[in-house]
């Protein structure tokens, strides 16, 4: 009844050691230990099949449980293992005996890290967002000062570029308090990091209905959005629920459990909302760009020209990075290149700023905000009442003309009664 009857293995392996898992280098596809394998004393029956590794013997590392008796439940010791070079390590339960289909295996494993608990694909991410946080703190001072030096001149869409910087600066500081957190205490707190989520899906949804109105002319070619108003509201409410929803799943849940199907669920809607926004921003630069050509505002259409082009580099860019994501996940299922990860993410917040920083440039509060503003003198609403007023200035001054000639024609006419009477005067003398 105290016999051992059955054999769990926890087994941790480098991945670029996986292949020393099974009896390849026994010439055999089995990955337990058989009899016959068992003859030349390479293995023991019933244990999974290890090569040791020659530059490093202890690795891979297995930590055996054994059930005994009847028993249907065995704790596992509580073991720490030290790992002395750096690479991506995997943890594996694997058993041999058919007996043992259908177990189930409960607990935690804690890994810590020499600088802390984070692993090593998201450590570099918080030396990132200490970094972001500085350079939308740099941005944020700067706007203010050219803010308050030119606060009587501000426009309305001043107000939106402000708050745009502001979440932005608070979303990349909660993502650095977030992660540094994290990396003292080995979990992620549920406080700050729904604060950090909410703030990325406020930033980027206010960031994108900012382009959309900046596109379609807002305080330049139009005082208002008009009857749009609801559709670009609610195009935005849309948005931040999609984002809300799939930044709360990855974050909040387990690093390493977040299925495929369920990541594939919520990432659809996004990135379908996200090209909505594309094709409505670039149709309303579109039409901008024409009116702009036909009131011939020249200001204007350069700076909507500078800011077209600033836009399509950054599509151009996002397309061509997507590219570069979809071969990078391809070619690493198993996570080799894990040094490199913490790019894809940043790249993204390093396009965002960037483009923020373009707008904040073209449209910086100035002495002369009004070549940029929009005028009522240009406006749809007044090209009627200037025809109509080009129109009564032409009758006007046809009326004028008119009475002139109409002065000029009795003049003439007086004149030659007056010589014409003379001339009757000398032929009577006569």
Known sequence: MQQKTGLVEAIIVEIRDREKIGGTYLNSDDICCSPALAKNGSCKVGEVIIRPNLDNPGSPRRVQTFFEGNSEEVKMLSQDVEINSTGMYYLYFMYCDPQLKGTTITGRAVWRNPEGYLPGKMAPLMKFYGFMSLAYLVLGLVWFLRFVRFWKDILQLHYHITLVIALGMCEMAFWYFEYANFNSTGSRPMGITMWAVTFTAVKKTVSRLLLLVVSMGYGVVRPTLGGITSK????????????????????????????????????????????????????????????????????????????????????????????????????????????????????????????????????????????????????????????SLTSSVAKATVDMVSKLERKERKTASASDHVFGLGEGEEDKRE
């Open 232 to 387: 670009v509201a609610l195009l935005g409410v849309i948005y931040f629920v999609g984002t809300e929803a799939l930044e709360l799943v990855e974050h909040l849940g387990n690093i390493n459990d977040f299925s495929g199907k369920a990541k594939l669920f919520l990432v659809l809607p996004v990135a379908i909302l996200d090209a909505c926004f594309i094709l409505w921003i670039f149709s309303s630069l579109s039409k901008t760009l024409e009116k702009l050509q036909m009131r011939r505002s020249a200001a204007k259409l350069e700076l909507y020209r500078k800011f077209t082009n600033s836009l399509a580099v950054c599509v151009l860019l996002s397309i061509a990075w997507i590219g570069y994501e979809l071969y990078f996940n391809a070619s690493d299922p198993l996570s080799e290149l894990w040094e490199r990860a913490w790019i894809i993410p940043a790249f993204w917040n390093i396009l965002a700023y960037l483009l923020l920083v373009v707008i904040c440039i073209l449209w910086a509060p100035s002495h002369n905000p009004t070549r940029y503003a929009y005028s009522e003198e240009t406006g749809d609403d007044f090209d009627e009442e200037g025809i």
